[in-house]
């Protein structure tokens, strides 16, 4: 009875434990600092930190960490081709979106939070609260045509992260 | 006296140990050796999951977060994943094959290659998928992607010579009956080819 209860026990601890530990492995293997975004080149064979990349999106990672207080997310987005700026909790769950066809103007700005009460304090902000403590954002550009992507490196690069506590 | 609590305690000790390392075990090969079999989106060889039960459903949660990190939530793209051509037989770059499809209904789709470790497989040619801006389509406007280790003329998607390896169709903002009845799409087929 002990070893099936310690059974279940490890199960379901192993499936709970996986995605947070991959989150962990891929930072730490990195190298990249928290609330700093990553600017990355066309997808190759060579970028090993997260399976499955789409050699056919400029992509932006930024991990992120929210114990210090809520950051500011601001960025730009193509006129002609899908983006997108998605927010990952600490288990690796998309919990919020928002691609260029919702964002007329091409630009945006988030306040990403733990708090609700961030609301009443940033009335004019759209605010986003993060279900973890850590997390990670991650922006795509579709690279609709090989001769555009020094301009969409130009919107790549317009993805800040900036700690309103510092 | 003493001796046989001390053993009583080194055996629970050992039976607890015993129990987690078969659940991490049990738990590990579910993660990490999906075959499809419980997929709940199924077309021909395609297979996928309805990632809107991701977070409740914590075994999909960890599977995704090891093959598909990442992911997007439904409402933005719908993934689909072949390991087995048309017939059912495994891929492997031993083989040749064609992917023989028309253009799916979505804003923007892609066919992508991954070896058996879900990274991009090497090749002289850096060619790693097509999609509906760079593929070339036939007249009929249908398109015909070739996988094989050896050169093609056209639409060469190489292999590798690691062996099995996975196709992996993403579809952004796919059309509303795509998400209504995503059995009924007319997918790509995987065939093995002649050499």
């Not at chain 1, 006129?79 to 690796?92: G, H, I, K, L, P």
Request: charge should be neutral.
């Amino acid at each position: 009875m002990i070893v099936v209860f310690a059974a279940v026990a490890g199960y379901f601890l192993t499936i709970y434990i996986t995605p947070r530990y991959i989150l962990l492995k891929i930072k730490f293997n990195s190298g990249s600092k928290m609330n700093v975004p990553v600017y990355s080149d066309v997808m190759t064979d060579k970028d090993r930190h997260v399976v499955m990349p789409n050699p056919d999106f400029l992509y932006v990672a930024s991990g992120y960490n929210l114990w210090s207080g809520p950051i500011r997310i601001t960025g730009k987005m193509p006129d002609s081709t899908y983006s997108s700026v998605a927010f990952y909790a600490d288990n690796t769950l998309n919990y919020f979106i928002r691609n260029d066809r919702q964002t007329p103007d091409k630009e945006y700005s988030f306040i990403l939070t733990r708090n609700e009460e961030d609301k009443t304090k940033y009335p004019n902000e759209e605010v986003i609260v993060s279900p973890s403590e850590f997390g990670t954002i991650l922006t795509r550009i579709l690279i609709d045509k090989p001769e555009n992507i020094e301009k969409l490196k130009e919107v790549q690069r317009s993805f800040k992260v900036k700690e309103l506590n510092k | 006296m003493l001796r046989i609590s001390e053993m009583k305690k080194s055996s629970l000790i050992l039976l607890i140990l015993i129990g987690l390392l078969s659940g991490w075990g049990i738990a590990y090969y579910r993660i990490h050796h999906w075959t499809g079999k419980d997929a709940t989106i199924e077309n021909g060889c395609w297979r996928g999951q309805n990632l809107a039960e991701v977070g409740t459903n914590q075994l999909l949660t960890a599977r995704i977060a090891v093959a598909t990190l990442y992911a997007l939530n439904p409402s933005e793209v719908i993934y689909l994943v072949a390991n087995s051509d048309s017939k059912g037989e495994e891929l492997s770059s031993e083989n040749d094959y064609v992917i023989k499809g028309i253009p799916l209904d979505a804003r923007y789709w892609s066919i992508t290659l991954y070896a058996e470790d879900y990274f991009l497989v090497p090749n002289e040619a850096d060619k790693f998928s097509y999609n509906l801006h760079n593929v070339r389509y036939e007249s009929d406007s249908s398109f015909v992607i070739n996988i094989s280790t050896l050169k093609k003329e056209h639409n060469w998607l190489p292999s590798g010579d690691k062996g099995k390896f996975y196709m992996t169709i993403r579809m952004y903002h796919p059309q509303e009956h795509v998400y209504k009845d995503i059995q009924s799409v007319q997918l790509p087929t995987i065939e093995k080819a002649t050499r």
